[in-house]
């Protein structure tokens, strides 16, 4: 196991990115790895640790490389935690060869408003103000797949709130440019959706509303309904259990399995 924590500074602020890599060793037959890119939630208001390190813990015993990305929030003016990730994809494929990281293989989990952020980054890798930023091709930026709980969506009638507020600040202007089921194109990529249908937070709409857009332009997706559960799961085990004793959903505990084998038939995994 191979440990790095990078600083991605943009401008005033700064985000943390932390990577856990398999070792090279000429006792596996793996040469490289896809790597999970995690954007934990947290309302665009904090970064939550229940959604970072065990969600990183248990793909790294699936056999990827991991990333958890802490990013700027709130006062962090809109579009910092996005250039911040994007910052991130660059990173990772910049130095993929020295990390051994399967480059074709680079997927982007997000939960909640970290959900958000990911699929911003599904939506806007081909943009311009990126490339600026940057000095670099965007094709660097694009994420392979995008694994989204209960995301944050919409800016609409199902919208969390408190998470556009945060998000935008005095920048309300931009609230129907983060609405991002009315911004999916031909140039997203293949994305997993889990949500429950009780959540209280961020309505199932959110993840609905995505879905069919992705549906409309062919996007390959899939979609898993979880008819109970609160919002903020994480893994829905005790390893993600909260300090309150919220997190255990046991009915919901599948999702990461799911995920795991979505990969593996869209991408393979170690081929």
Request: glycine share 8%; charged share 20%.
């Amino acid at each position: 196991m191979i440990l790095h924590n990078i600083l991605i500074k943009t401008g005033e602020f700064s985000a943390s990115l932390q990577i856990t890599l398999w070792q090279d060793s000429p006792e596996f037959m793996i040469q490289k790895r896809p790597l999970i890119l995690i954007c934990p939630g947290g309302g665009y208001q904090k970064v939550s640790d229940r959604e970072a390190d065990p969600v990183a813990a248990k793909f790294y015993a699936m056999g990827y490389h991991t990333a958890i990305l802490r990013y700027s929030v709130a006062p962090a003016p809109y579009p910092t935690a996005l250039l911040q990730l994007a910052g991130a994809m660059k990173l990772i494929r910049d130095r993929a060869n020295q990390w051994l990281i399967d480059t074709d293989k680079v997927i982007v989990a997000g939960f909640s408003a970290g959900g958000h952020l990911a699929c911003s980054l599904g939506v806007f890798w081909r943009e311009e103000f990126l490339e600026r930023y940057y000095k670099c091709d965007s094709e660097i930026f694009r994420p392979n797949g995008l694994i989204l709980g209960y995301p944050v969506i919409t800016s609409g009638e199902y919208a969390h709130e408190e998470s556009f507020v945060n998000l935008l600040g005095d920048q309300e202007d931009l609230i129907d440019k983060v609405s991002l089921e009315h911004l999916v194109n031909e140039d997203m990529p293949p994305t997993f959706l889990w949500h429950t249908d009780s959540d209280p937070s961020v309505p199932v709409e959110n993840s609905l509303l995505l879905y069919m857009a992705l549906h409309q332009y062919n996007i390959p997706a899939e979609f898993h309904v979880f008819q109970n559960g609160g919002h903020g799961l994480s893994l829905a085990t005790p390893l993600s259990q909260g300090s309150d004793g919220r997190g255990i959903q046991r009915e919901c505990e599948p999702w990461i399995d799911l995920a795991h084998t979505w990969i593996e038939s869209n991408f393979g995994i170690f081929a």
